[in-house]
């Protein structure tokens, strides 16, 4: 009898473990889809950034999700030239290039005279530079010198496939500037 209650409960035992694996698995698989139906659930993630600081012409660089986001107030002449020279650009309109909706324009950005992209070439990832003098090929990588212009955009004869990656966005005020992702 004792030997027969033992196997029962072992049996109970081995029952119990295996169900308490089955919902911990359906926990895991169902959560996204949980997380997505229940908004409080959905976290967003969130940067403010100041531009007070920055000057005509200025770059501020911050880490943004593990990338680096820049951020340029772009000179008159440089949102001059985003109008200008399009013949020699590989994605003029941003058709196949990867912006929010409200950045695919001349400027690829909210406001002309700020620009906001991450700073990962399109080619390998490496981080592109910045070029202070040259109001065309204001961005280059140093891996394998593809150009991209104050809006990111790439040029014809470069390595890269595509313009530079936009983030999404918005202005709090006018030096304010907020990183937003979802996810
Ligand atoms: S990684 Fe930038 S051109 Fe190759």
Not at 15 to 41: D, E, H, N, R
Not at 87 to 115: C, G, T, W, Y
Not at 152 to 166: K, S
Request: aromatic fraction near 10%.
């Amino acid at each position: 009898m004792r030997f027969h209650g033992y196997v029962l409960n072992r049996r109970y035992l081995l029952t119990k473990i295996v169900q308490g694996f089955s919902l911990t698995g359906a926990l895991f698989l169902f959560y996204p889809f949980v997380k997505s139906w229940i908004p409080g659930l959905s976290q967003a993630h969130t940067l403010e950034v100041d531009l007070s600081d920055l000057s005509l012409g200025d770059v501020k660089q911050v880490p943004w999700l593990g990338r680096r986001v820049m951020i340029t107030i772009r000179t008159p002449a440089e949102v001059k030239a985003l109008i200008e020279k399009t013949d020699s650009l590989k994605d003029p309109d941003s058709i196949r290039s990867s912006q929010p909706e409200f950045a695919r324009n001349m400027h690829r950005s909210q406001r002309s005279d700020v620009f906001v992209a991450y700073g990962n070439c399109t080619h390998f990832g490496c981080i592109v530079g910045v070029n202070s003098s040259d109001a065309h090929a204001r961005f280059s990588c140093p891996c394998h010198q593809s150009e991209f212009d104050a809006a990111g955009r790439v040029f014809a004869d470069a390595a890269a496939p595509l313009n530079l990656e936009i983030p999404d966005y918005q202005f709090l005020s006018r030096n304010t500037l907020l990183l937003t992702s979802s996810g």
